[in-house]
């Protein structure tokens, strides 16, 4: 991150801000948000993307109406937006790579939220001119918190969702999926699962699903019933496949917290094989252990 601030702080700090103060961010935070922006460039799965910082405008806004309860968004005075290449694996490695961009944002002290949808034809894709061949699967609007605003609260977190998180024996797993993984079993790694589970998803679904087996941190999407890909609503909304882009998500906050502690490691696609609960679970990827 930018200011050596560790990643669980930044991480446990850091909550879908809706509402901010109606004011510019100052240059000086711009500047360092965007050199961040710079170099994010290819996701571990090979993709490559970019982002930019840009101004909010009336256009924006209209954007989000049409997205549901985005468009109670108030106050953003910023967006982040990215556009991502077109690939097997182009919208985890666009969630990996934005959360970084998020979780950048953050560690300045600003607002951030996840803003999913379709945004490939939008005033957005225009503001970075997004080429025919990117898609914009998802932006940010960033800003300054208001003062007042408390986060720790109970009741603020009831509202925002991040009180409700899957508790460790829905998400992680020794060997196989019908042996829950203890925080004592996970070892070394208990924090980077730990990181993984606050992330944030999709109307808050945490569809991540992780196996530890022989070494390896195999990491499974669990598809949650009548969302998402395949359901009517975001075929005729033309929304992104977003519990992919949550994927990319767990994915970066696991690793930049891996990194954190020295634990050495790496990406790979090595499917184990291993039987799944139900057709909505599918295999995406593995981390695995360097000794």
Partial sequence: MLTGRPITEIVTQRYSCRAYEERSIDAEKRRQLQDYLNTLHTGPLGSAARFELVAATEDDRKALRGLGTYGLIRGATGFIVGAVQPGKNNLEDYGYLMEQAILAA???????????????????????RASEQEVVPAVASVGYIPEGQNPDSLLFRRVVGSIHRHPWEMLFFQEEFDRPLTSEAAGTYTQPLEMLRRGPSASNKQPWRVVKSEGRWHFYLQRTSGYGKGTLVFGILRLADLQRVDIGIAMCHFELTTNELGLAGQ??????????????????????EKT
């Fill in 106 to 128: 953050t560690d300045l002290e600003l607002g951030t939220c996840w803003l999913g949808g379709n945004f490939t034809q939008s005033s957005f894709a225009k503001k970075i």
């Fill in 267 to 288: 990406w790979e696609v090595a499917d184990p094989g291993l039987a799944v609960p139900d057709t909505n679970t599918e295999y995406i990827v593995s981390w695995r």
